[in-house]
């Protein structure tokens, strides 16, 4: 089956940092791919859909300015949560679908804790 | 109202009960159903894929449509321990429930 991978997997960084979190499909071209954040016990909200060399649309709600989204080829995407604040730990998940299916491969998430 | 509901659980049975997991949607235009699996602070995998009405059996699991209702299922027969884990719907891919979370125990 398409595998997504996502790096790295638990980032601590400190308020007022940026981190920046890859995403990669490995085995299919993803024309697009999505971002969502998990909150614990909550469910996956979207927060930018990417389509490769397009800019992100993002979700109504969600800073575009604040949550950067980079789709710069078939395999890879970025998501780099700029100036960081605890409010923004979460676990961020994100998805690639090709083409040809409907179908959305997750990646394994990122853990991110702001301190 | 929701476009997803889904009961958050935790639903727990005992090894090989037959667990019935649901959801309730909004939106009729939805076409695609899908339910997906996650474990604890791993990401979702795609257990089960409809497209409009009927039913789609894989193994132990078997997933219901009736878009009449709007209503989606999804049945575990001889549930294992190992099924223990988060179940999401979600429709039309970019909308899903809030899951929920099974307890299987042996």
């Known amino acids: 089956g398409a595998v997504v991978s996502q790096h790295p997997s638990w980032v601590i960084c400190k308020s007022g940092t940026s981190v920046k979190i890859e995403c990669r499909s490995l085995d299919f071209q993803a024309t697009t791919m999505f971002w969502y954040r998990q909150f614990p016990k909550q469910s996956l909200m979207l927060m930018a859909t990417s389509n490769e060399g397009s800019k992100a649309t993002y979700e109504q709600g969600v800073e575009k300015d604040k949550f950067l989204i980079n789709h710069a080829s078939l395999t890879l995407s970025t998501l780099t949560v700029t100036s960081a604040h605890p409010e923004d730990s979460s676990f961020y998940i994100c998805s690639a679908s090709s083409m040809s299916s409907y179908e959305q491969y997750f990646g394994p998430g990122t853990r991110l804790t702001v301190t | 109202q929701k476009e997803v509901e889904q009961d958050p659980g935790p639903l727990s049975v005992p090894e090989g009960a037959i667990v019935s997991l649901n959801c309730t949607y909004s939106n009729s235009a939805f076409q695609y159903f899908m339910w997906y699996r996650q474990y604890s602070r791993k990401g979702p995998e795609l257990l089960m894929y409809?497209?409009?009405?009927g039913n789609k059996e894989d193994g132990r699991f078997t997933a219901q449509v009736d878009k009449s209702s709007k209503y989606i299922s999804l049945f575990i027969r001889d549930s294992q321990p190992s099924d223990s884990a988060t179940y999401l719907c979600a429709c039309s891919t970019l909308t899903f429930g809030k899951g929920t979370m099974l307890l299987v125990s042996p």
């Open positions: 409809t497209y409009s009405s």
